[in-house]
């Protein structure tokens, strides 16, 4: 089966930084859209930034500027750099993908990691 794990994660002040990864793990053909989503308490799920494979990029605007998601695709990793941290920022990150898991096939499956958290103090 198809995994994917997050890690990076942890408690940072206001205005530092940290790194997220994720990586795929397991059996399948090749990735496509790579991304990150983020659920703050008593809130809806959200994007937070996705690429594509022929490096179409999104941030949400809250982000924009302060996030850049980058990743490696012979490591089948994708990864977010947060810079700038906000309290705003403290949920928990999920790593989201679309697989095709064979060769045979040409439609992927959607994907999401167990998230990480990060906690942003002020």
């Known amino acids: 089966q198809v995994q994917l794990v997050e890690s990076g994660g942890g408690l940072v002040q206001a205005g530092g930084s940290l790194r997220l990864s994720c990586a795929a793990s397991?059996?399948?053909?090749?990735?496509?859209?790579m991304g990150w989503y983020r659920q703050a308490p008593g809130k809806q799920r959200e994007l937070v930034a996705e690429?594509?494979?022929?490096?179409?990029?999104n941030y949400a605007d809250s982000v924009k500027g302060r996030f850049t998601i980058s990743r490696d695709n012979a490591k089948n990793t994708v990864y977010l750099q947060m810079n700038r941290l906000k309290p705003e920022d403290t949920a928990v990150y999920y790593c989201?993908?679309?697989?095709?898991?064979?060769?045979?096939?040409?439609?992927?499956?959607?994907?999401w990691g167990q998230g990480t958290q990060v906690t942003v103090s002020s």
């Open positions: 989201n993908a679309d697989i095709v898991r064979y060769s045979s096939s040409s439609y992927p499956y959607n994907y």
């Open positions: 397991g059996r399948f053909f090749s990735i496509h859209a």
């Open positions: 690429t594509t494979s022929d490096g179409r990029i």
